[in-house]
């Protein structure tokens, strides 16, 4: 699995993508019930926005930018990043207290864009992360913002 890592995340963030990975490949086979993807998906994106909200308050200069907490966050998104979209499995549409919509199974395609052309600003954000300009920083981030909320207004239930 070393080979399939950049450079970019390789030194820093191997023991935590190596957990996280083992973690989704066990993701897939393991959920007794639809609601446990439920839950799973839901406590992924969870963590996910807590810890892209103080990245982004830091990039957007909302809070004093602090390299090292960048860093931090940005580390425990990129592991998370993956893991709620190994969830959405057959029959889960139907749990009660999902805020996903019909959309996500009956639009796989355009699902997996969306997921794609998320997992490709996060990889943009890791880089600007690690180039260290705030300003970069900041352009990113909000690229993710963006790509959180495209998907949102076509797969997730509003007002929540
Ligand atoms: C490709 C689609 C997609 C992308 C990208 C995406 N989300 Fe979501 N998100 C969803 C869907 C669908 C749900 C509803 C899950 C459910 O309730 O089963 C959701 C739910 C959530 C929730 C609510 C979790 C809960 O407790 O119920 C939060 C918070 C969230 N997303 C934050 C984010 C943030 C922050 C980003 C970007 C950094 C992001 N999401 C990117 C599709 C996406």
């Known amino acids: ?14 023991p935590l993508l190596c957990l996280c990975s083992a973690l989704s490949a066990q ?49 425990v998104i990129a592991a998370l990043s993956k893991l709620p979209f190994t969830a959405f499995v057959p029959g889960s549409d139907k749990v009660k207290g999902t805020e996903a919509l019909p959309e996500v199974w009956s639009q796989p395609a355009k699902f997996q864009e969306a997921a794609d052309k998320f997992q490709a600003e996060v990889g943009k954000l890791q880089a600007a992360v690690k180039g260290g300009k705030p300003e970069e920083v900041k ?4 690229a ?17």
């Open 27 to 75: 993701a897939q086979n393991t959920f007794q019930r639809p609601g446990d993807a439920v839950e799973y998906r839901q406590a992924g994106f969870e963590l996910m926005g807590t810890h892209f909200r103080r990245l982004n308050a830091m990039a957007q200069g909302k809070v004093a930018y602090d390299a090292k907490a960048v860093e931090d966050n940005m580390a």
């Open 139 to 142: 352009v990113a981030a909000g």
């Open 144 to 160: 993710v913002g963006q790509s959180c909320k495209a998907c949102h207004d076509s797969f997730k239930q509003k007002g929540h």
């Open 1 to 14: 699995m070393r080979s399939t890592l950049t450079s970019t995340t390789r030194h820093c963030l191997l």
